[in-house]
């Protein structure tokens, strides 16, 4: 159970970078527009 709590510790950052790349583009390309 730790090392699965671990694993997902070290890969949500991993999973939230492009998610967030993605909001901010999206953000960006909406104010462009």
């Known amino acids: 159970i ?15 970078v492009p998610l967030l790349k993605f909001t901010s583009s999206k953000t960006k390309m909406g104010q462009h527009t």
């Open 2 to 16: 730790i090392i699965a709590s671990m694993i997902l510790s070290f890969e949500l950052p991993f999973a939230l």
